[in-house]
């Protein structure tokens, strides 16, 4: 029978630092999606209320025509 071996203490705390600095990499990464989102909902919101006008007076000038072409 082979003994297995046994990592000593240093190795597993370099496999734990190398680890450690994969996981950090992932959590930046994820931040800067989750900042870019966020900046993208803030933008649209900023501009919903454009939206909303416009297709009030779209709705309005489509009512005013129908009316018109009625009477």
Known sequence: MTEMHKPTA?????????RL???????????????????????????AWMISMLSAVATASLVAIIVKAIG
């Open 21 to 47: 600095s994969v996981i950090e990499s992932k959590i930046d990464t994820l931040s800067d999606h989750e900042d870019r989102i966020r900046a993208l909902e803030r933008h649209r919101y900023q501009s």
């Open 10 to 18: 240093a190795e597993m705390l370099a496999r734990i630092d190398s």
